[in-house]
């Protein structure tokens, strides 16, 4: 066996001198963490006993960048190739593939690495080494794998002019594009860390970005979550008082009534990252962009794409996910509509019950509480009710939503949607008594101790407060701005604006953080319908409710107003300033209004415009767009169109959120489309839509729930928090006990 030890002990940093840095650091926030790395890296090992073991395909520069790695590390650098097979085989990599063949060679090469080990060495593997399990399966057991991820388009260059045209396991027959795409499943399969390597990115360049994503993936203990109403001076670094990614899933709400936010912002994308995915799938850029937002500590790489592929596979009707189509002019539709429940909610309520039941401990029941405006209900109530069975056991989903302000199709989804876990309460009043109340209820300790204590149940939050609900929404904006780059439409780097129908604000603080990320979006337009609060917010900087009723309008999922996410974009421009936050939304609570300061309207203003839509308008711009496209926009898209077209300066391309499909409010469609047979069956009101050959088409998952029989059955409680913990209570009893 051949065994490789460092030429000199590597010293390992202690979790106690970490967490020792990461205090002073948290105490010193000026000081760039680029300079504390720098000045621990000098005189700390980064692995230990570990290998990084850099992998990726032939030409991905793995030689190369894991000499430079090994040179700063001052540890041993292993190629497999040279070092390892030929040094076995006694023959060149090539001669043994000459002489055993693509199918033998592969296996010959696993055996070499099973009988090989090292120790604190950076390694280099062979581009098809992670074909073989058993071989990447010992290799992981002592080591840290990282994923050169190198464009294909670039690969195919490389080798070209290093004058190679054949690799490992092309058959005749079989392009080199085509066995460099297939090989990218056994890479995703075996890597730890992910890093991006774009076109003309210098080895030294990788070798930083490999040494940055190693220190991020060892140091855990530095991504943590503050809530939006926490002052800096009260902020504890009590190791048992931080909040990581997995506590965050679970909570929801921070204990002093704020939002979780992280507390080192989200992660920023280079231009030639960015670049990297322009080429890729919506899953792949998923998996990319979210890698980077969940550390691995609490979900593992290859976790976190299994939930992806189950979120984002048959259940959507498009293969593109999110696609985005022209509409007119310098206006792009980006079509979010293709869930399993039609709207927008689908990106992440795929998602987030599986990231949920990962996170929460085995030991405990969970009853999951929404409030929904429309369309979260149906997604939430589908989302979790697609759980592996184990799971439905022990997490079960409770809805409320205002009976009578919902569309029927709306109460007819989220009804039908129902299953053995999820249950949905109409609720006699509006959303923001619903979301107001479900808040009341997770502060209220003594109501949540006592289920904990009495059932073993514990509440948990999947409406747009929950921080695990806005990163897939990130990932669609960003993907819709990098699809304009794929069309030629245009080039990087070119601004774009986006205008985003706006109630809860958790849509355009997704487009904002995207922003931050490094995606060039210019302005994000708030789009209002008739509850216009945030239009007036975002021109004066007053948030005023009194005097205020709730108008119910033909897009009720906008029909919002208290914005729930607004906060965390204060909290934000605020520069985390967690006792203004707590005074605004003290004097919101008490006092009915709160104003910002000028220097934050005006912050706010460099990166919001709004304007509202009144429902004569909205439309009038449905049958507008029909007569001269053909395509039939939902009310919630039309009071978008009609912002975006007086807002826009036509300067740049504005990608419009079409954030549900036509048919969860056909009623508004029928009228809107002038059509004078109206029937009051939701049902027939599709049929008779589908029945004028509409682009696009009925959504088939919305017809197949509404076919469904006892669509009328559902529990309806008043609007008292009493009555709602009663409702609660008894779930608990019926499904846990």
Request: some cysteine; overall charge neutral.
């Amino acid at each position: 066996m051949l065994h490789v030890v460092p030429y000199q002990p590597l010293r390992l940093i202690t979790q106690n001198s970490l967490t020792s840095m990461c205090f002073k650091l948290m105490l010193s926030r000026p000081v760039a963490f680029a300079q504390i790395w720098k000045s621990w890296f000098s005189s700390h090992s980064l692995v230990g006993n570990k290998n990084i073991i850099l992998m990726g395909p032939p030409g991905a520069g793995k030689t190369t960048v894991g000499r430079i790695v090994g040179q700063k590390l001052d540890c041993p650098v292993i190629d497999i190739d040279d070092d390892v097979l030929e040094t076995t085989w006694n023959m060149s990599v090539s001669e043994k593939l000459q002489e055993v063949g693509n199918e033998q060679f592969l296996e010959e090469e696993g055996k070499a690495l099973l009988k090989f080990s090292a120790s604190g060495s950076v390694i280099s593997l062979t581009g098809s080494n992670p074909m073989h399990s058993a071989g990447m399966q010992h290799m992981k057991k002592n080591g840290i794998v990282v994923y050169l991820d190198v464009p294909t388009t670039v690969i195919m260059s490389r080798l070209k002019s290093m004058k190679v045209d054949r690799i490992v396991g092309q058959s005749p027959g079989i392009s080199l594009k085509d066995i460099l795409q297939f090989r990218k499943q056994f890479y995703k399969r075996w890597y730890d860390i992910h890093v991006l390597c774009g076109g003309d990115i210098a080895a030294e360049v990788v070798a930083e970005k490999v040494l940055d994503a190693v220190k991020r993936y060892q140091n855990s203990e530095l991504e943590t979550f503050i809530s939006t109403r926490s002052s800096r001076s009260g902020r504890s670094m009590e190791k048992d008082s931080r909040k990581y990614f997995s506590d965050v899933v679970t909570e929801g709400l921070a204990p002093d009534g704020g939002l979780f936010v992280p507390e080192r912002g989200l992660p920023e994308f280079t231009a030639g990252e960015w670049q990297s995915l322009i080429e890729a799938t919506y899953i792949e850029r998923a998996q990319v962009i979210l890698e980077r937002c969940v550390h691995p500590a609490d979900i593992p790489a290859s976790k976190l794409a299994e939930i992806i592929g189950t979120a984002y596979g048959e259940n959507f009707t498009c293969s593109k996910i999110a696609p985005v189509r022209h509409l007119a002019g310098n206006q792009f539709l980006l079509e979010l509509f293709h869930g399993p429940t039609a709207s927008f909610k689908d990106f992440a309520l795929q998602m987030v019950p599986h990231i949920f039941a990962y996170c929460i401990p085995r030991s405990c029941n969970y009853l999951v509480l929404v409030a929904t405006s429309g369309d979260t209900g149906s997604a939430v109530l589908d989302g979790f009710s697609r759980l592996h069975d184990t799971d439905k056991q022990r997490i079960a989903v409770m809805n409320f939503f205002p009976e009578d302000g919902v569309s029927p199709i709306q109460k007819s989804q989220m009804i039908g949607c129902q299953k053995e876990n999820a249950w949905s309460v109409g609720v006699k009043s509006d959303f923001d008594f619903c979301q107001t109340a479900i808040k009341q209820i997770f502060t209220n300790s003594d109501y949540t101790g006592f289920l904990t204590v009495e059932y073993g149940t514990a509440l948990a939050a999947a409406n747009s407060i929950n921080w695990t609900r806005l990163l897939p929404q990130i990932v669609y904006h960003a993907s819709a701005y990098l699809d304009l780059v794929h069309q030629d439409i245009i080039p990087f780097g070119s601004p774009v604006d986006v205008c985003i129908p706006t109630g809860n604000f958790g849509n355009i603080l997704a487009a904002l953080y995207a922003k931050m990320m490094g995606i060039p979006i210019r302005k994000c337009i708030c789009a209002s319908n008739e509850n216009n609060v945030l239009t007036d917010f975002v021109r004066t900087g007053v948030y005023d409710l009194r005097g205020r009723k709730l108008i119910p309008t033909f897009s009720p999922a906008v029909d919002i107003l208290k914005s729930s996410n607004l906060e965390r974009y204060l909290h934000l421009i605020a520069n985390e300033d967690g006792q203004l936050v707590t005074q605004l939304y003290n004097q919101l609570e008490n006092q009915g209004h709160f104003q910002l300061r000028k220097d934050l309207l005006e912050k706010l203003q460099q990166d919001l415009v709004a304007g509202w839509c009144s429902e004569e308008d909205c439309l009038a711009a449905i049958h507008s767009v029909y007569s001269t496209t053909g395509y039939i926009l939902d009310t919630h898209t039309a009071v978008a169109k009609v912002v975006a077209d007086r807002l826009q300066d036509r300067t740049c391309p504005i990608i419009i959120s079409s954030t549900a499909h036509y048919s969860k409010c056909a009623p508004a469609i029928l009228r809107a489309l002038r059509i004078a047979e109206i029937k009051q069956n939701p049902l027939s009101q599709l049929h008779l839509l589908s029945s004028y050959s509409p682009l696009p088409p009925v959504h088939w998952g919305l017809l197949e729930t509404l076919k469904k029989k006892g669509n009328e059955d559902h529990q309806v409680c008043a609007a008292d928090m009493g009555m709602l913990m009663s409702c609660i209570e008894t779930l608990i009893q019926n499904h846990f006990m």
